[in-house]
């Protein structure tokens, strides 16, 4: 995983640790294909990797609690995003299943629009 250090400020760079030992604690291997950085049009600290159909981010202002880290989900199709926050889900799997439930939800609701 590629970490853009070079690139934060000292605040960023706590949020980027932070993010990288919940992704840890939820089994997220962090040796895989993946960037920690900041979005330069948001200023969110996001943790990014090629194995999850999810990142993970923080927004500018937060307190460094697990509460303040969403799993956000991006169709590749028309580039909708959805955000669920991790303060309900305990598990990397709890974060699978609701994500992967939106992407469904998602191309269901486009299906139906296209008839």
């Known amino acids: 995983m ?38 330069k049009n948001s200023g969110y600290t996001y943790l990014w990797s090629e194995d999850y159909n999810f990142s993970l981010y923080m927004p500018i202002n937060c307190e460094l609690q697990k509460s303040d880290i969403n799993a956000l989900w ?16 305990d598990t990397l799997e709890d974060i699978e299943e609701n994500i992967n439930q939106i ?10 629009d296209k008839l």
């Open 2 to 39: 590629e970490i853009k250090i070079n690139d934060m400020c000292s605040w960023e760079r706590k949020k980027a640790i932070f993010l990288m030992d919940v992704a840890e604690d939820l089994g997220i291997s962090l040796k895989d294909y993946g960037e920690v950085a900041v979005n």
């Open 74 to 89: 991006s169709c590749s199709e028309c580039g909708e995003e959805i955000s669920i926050n991790l303060k309900d889900s």
């Open 103 to 112: 992407e469904k939800n998602h191309f269901q609701q486009e299906h139906k």
